[in-house]
């Protein structure tokens, strides 16, 4: 691992569960999201310093493979660090175990910094590197799949969103686009297979009350399936472009 590591323990609650007992995946991103802000508040980078200097960190995207699920009652641990800077671009990975060291998810992320006024993307200061211990001298590469957009619409789900799903930046939170897919997957889908591995691509934001439609596209490979989905707002505008990859039960 490269930078500071920081680890959090966690108890999965029954609110926090499917009706398999398995850990939603909307609630393992908001442990991520937690543990991140947890090692910039305790770096001295969190909430408050990020306000001062009237600056945000933008999350873009995603990997997570899951796998085994935490279940309801587990006690798990959350690590994260920040592998490395690469000018405009912050990565920062995450492991989830359980109480023997098992690492049952692993994730990676790609982030931007950008200006709280203008919105626009920033180059990454020195007092980054020094506060999460990256090498300003290391060049990082994170290879991320390259997505699949629905080649048809096997299902499409539209509403609007809610003042549940927004943040204190005043738009959707990035963990609720997981939820709004799998609330547009099949039932049988859901039923007979797992979600095992999926990759998010965070393009626009969404905000309180926008039209938003959910296109998703199901492909058989093998013994799995393959999820192709994208989010558009009423614009006909791409938000967020997620794929899945389901194992059988």
């Not at 490269?2 to 609650?13: A, C, R």
């Not at 935490?70 to 490395?84: E, H, Q, R, W």
């Not at 920033?122 to 999460?132: R, T, W």
């Not at 797992?194 to 039209?211: G, M, R």
């Amino acid at each position: 691992m490269s930078g500071i590591i920081t680890t959090k323990d966690y108890l999965v609650h029954s609110y926090e569960v499917d009706n398999f007992y398995n850990l939603l995946p909307e609630v393992l991103l908001r442990y991520l999201q937690d543990i991140a802000m947890e090692q910039s508040e305790r770096i001295g980078v969190g909430l408050e310093y990020i306000k001062e200097h009237r600056l945000n960190w933008i999350i873009t995207r995603y990997h997570v493979k899951v796998h085994s699920y935490p279940k309801y009652n587990d006690k798990i641990s959350v690590t994260t660090n920040a592998v490395g800077f690469n000018k405009v671009f912050a990565y920062r990975d995450f492991n989830i175990s359980n109480n023997s060291g098992e690492i049952l998810i692993t994730a990676n992320s790609q982030w931007l910094l950008i200006d709280g006024d203008t919105q626009r993307m920033l180059k990454i200061g020195d007092q980054f590197y020094q506060a999460y211990g990256i090498d300003k001298n290391k060049k990082i590469v994170v290879p991320f799949n390259k997505l699949v957009t629905p080649q048809k619409s096997l299902i499409i789900r539209s509403f609007k969103s809610g003042r549940s799903d927004i943040d204190f930046n005043g738009h959707v939170n990035n963990t609720r686009y997981i939820a709004w897919t799998l609330d547009a997957t099949p039932e049988e889908t859901l039923r007979d297979y797992t979600l095992c591995e999926f990759d998010i691509v965070f393009k626009k934001e969404v905000l309180l009350n926008n039209e938003i439609s959910v296109t998703t596209d199901i492909v058989k490979l093998d013994e799995r399936l393959a999820g192709y989905h994208e989010i558009k707002n009423d614009q006909n505008e791409v938000v967020c472009c997620i794929n899945t990859i389901w194992d059988t039960k």
